[in-house]
């Protein structure tokens, strides 16, 4: 057998695997060996049955990335003895037999319950900027993209019925429900401050700037990032739509529901994104044991 390994080994090398690889390959092939004679087989006779076995084995004693390095060099040996004539067929397979490993899920930052409520005490207080406390609703209570907030119209919300329209990514379009407390600081901000701005009145931009019709993503960061002050913590736009979406999803809102509001067109990406638990929520859990 051991002169089968080393014709095995000048094989892969002559197909082109590095020194070190042919090594471990032909390593992961003598340790396959070892333990067939444990099992009285051989590299020759091992068949369907033997591989199961030995991954069962595996399974119970080695890492993942160890299984599938040890898979794959089986798989080529197998290849090996099909071609000069010791095999007929395949008894291990490359993709079949290889473990899964399971997808990490995303942790995306989030703020905690008690940062939450310490922002919306401050929002409420008088001295507030009304601006920056209606931004701060919307991205907090619709989990609308910055790049959505900016190009917010006048004509896009329905205070009647209390919806937003975004046109989200590639012009689709959704509607948003409002809480009454976002509506009522919209309302607020366009009265008092909005008509401030020397481009209110030729601007249909909910949002203006005293240098602008229409703000950009990065004067949207600076409007709310003294936030940071207050709840000691780091605040920008996207951490609110987190935020939104983790929330719904641990009060148990569908996730065809949190898709629709966050206006993901496929399913999935709200599942790889957001179906995790929050730092704090964790350290709950773990504390109910």
């Known amino acids: 057998m051991n002169q ?148 917010i119209r006048l004509k896009d919300i329905d205070y009647l019925l209390n919806e937003l329209t975004i046109i989200g990514k590639g012009n689709k379009k959704r509607v948003i429900p409002l809480k009454s407390i976002v509506t009522k600081a919209i309302k607020e901000y366009i009265s008092e401050e909005r008509i401030k701005s020397k481009y209110a009145k030729d601007s249909d931009f909910l949002f203006v700037t005293e240098r602008a019709a229409k703000p950009s993503r990065d004067t949207v960061r600076l409007w709310i990032k003294p936030l940071e002050n207050v709840i000691d913590a780091k605040i920008y736009p996207h951490k609110f739509r987190h935020s939104l979406a983790t929330n719904l999803i641990n009060k148990g809102v569908e996730i065809s529901t949190v898709a629709a509001i966050l206006g993901h067109s496929d399913i999935q990406t709200t599942i790889d994104f957001y179906v995790n638990i929050s730092k704090e929520n964790k350290e709950k859990a773990i504390g109910k044991l």
């Open 4 to 151: 089968l390994i080393q014709d095995y080994q000048e094989y892969i090398i002559n197909q082109g695997l590095s020194i070190k690889t042919s090594k471990n390959y032909t390593y992961d092939v003598k340790t396959f060996h070892k333990w067939l004679k444990s099992k009285d087989s051989n590299l020759k006779t091992f068949n369907r049955y033997h591989i199961l076995k030995y991954l069962e084995y595996m399974n119970s004693n080695l890492k993942t990335s160890t299984i599938n390095k040890k898979i794959n060099s089986l798989f080529s040996f197998n290849n090996y003895l099909i071609e000069i004539g010791i095999k007929e067929n395949l008894v291990i397979f490359n993709d079949k037999d290889r473990v899964k490993t399971a997808t990490t899920a995303k942790q995306v930052d989030v703020f905690t319950k008690s940062e939450q409520e310490h922002l919306l005490f401050h929002l409420h207080k008088d001295d507030v900027n009304i601006r920056v406390k209606a931004v701060t609703l919307l991205l907090l209570y619709s989990g609308i993209r910055a790049s959505e907030l900016i190009n």
